[in-house]
């Protein structure tokens, strides 16, 4: 069922509204923001490393896939996303808004 998540794509998405970049590592499958909160570059275009990081493609901050927190310095963190993998598919957990619940 993962075969079209290959390891180390990173993958540009937009679910209710929100843009967020879904990988595959080792560790498994993990959904971040896709905007980097440094500067706002695209998550989706840097790359992995194998210690379970993403790294943005324009200052080279690092942050944890898993915690979302940054591990280049810095008080950065990333929005993380929990995902639950079923025979069906993967799926991204939203917040649900004030107003839809
Ligand atoms: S925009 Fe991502 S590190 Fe600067």
New binding site residues.
């Given amino acids: 069922m993962l075969e079209y998540l290959k390891p180390g794509i990173l993958l540009p998405m937009t679910v209710r509204n929100e843009r967020m970049c879904l990988t595959r590592t080792e560790k498994g499958v993990f959904a971040v923001q896709d905007k ?6 695209a ?1 989706s275009k ?1 790359h992995c490393t194998p210690a379970n990081e993403i790294v ?6 690092s942050f944890a896939l898993d915690s979302g927190k940054s591990t280049s310095g810095g008080a ?1 963190a990333l929005t993380t996303y929990p995902i639950e993998i079923r025979r069906d598919g993967v799926f991204v957990g939203i917040k649900a808004k004030w107003w839809e619940s």
Wanted: hydrophobic share 20%.
């Fill in positions: 980097c909160p440094h500067n706002g570059a998550l840097g943005c493609p324009l200052h080279r901050y950065y």
